[in-house]
């Protein structure tokens, strides 16, 4: 079946970094767009970055460009996206998602790692 599973959330401090990885399994990773979404306390979810299916494209929410890198490994089908300079705005639960390239609708979601971000 499919899953995706993320890893590498924790506590850090404002500043630093944290690297999230998304292990994914089910499905023909290199046939998918892949993204981070996240959602913080009592918001909604939001878009944070994607990354096209051949990986020669990238998209960031503006509010973590600059800072968010995404990027994917088709050899271990896995999905990642490097945090530096983190802000506690950045607090949330992080979730990545696969979307066909055939279709603008992620289908398949994890179940998040938090993130938070504090003093």
């Known amino acids: 079946q499919v899953q995706l599973v993320e890893s590498g959330g924790g506590l850090v401090q404002p500043g630093g970094s944290l690297r999230l990885s998304c292990a994914t399994s089910?499905?023909?990773?290199?046939?998918?767009?892949m993204a981070w979404f996240r959602q913080a306390p009592g918001k909604e979810r939001e878009f944070v970055a994607a990354i096209t299916w051949i990986g020669d494209g990238t998209h960031y929410a503006d509010s973590v460009k600059g800072r968010f890198t995404i990027s994917r490994d088709d050899i271990k089908n896995t999905l990642n996206l490097q945090m530096n300079s983190l802000k506690p705005e950045d607090t949330a639960v992080y979730y990545c998602?696969?979307?066909?390239?055939?279709?603008?609708?992620?289908?398949?979601w994890g179940q998040g790692t938090q993130v938070t971000v504090s003093s």
């Open positions: 089910g499905f023909t990773f290199s046939d998918y767009r």
């Open positions: 998602a696969a979307a066909p390239v055939t279709s603008y609708n992620y289908n398949y």
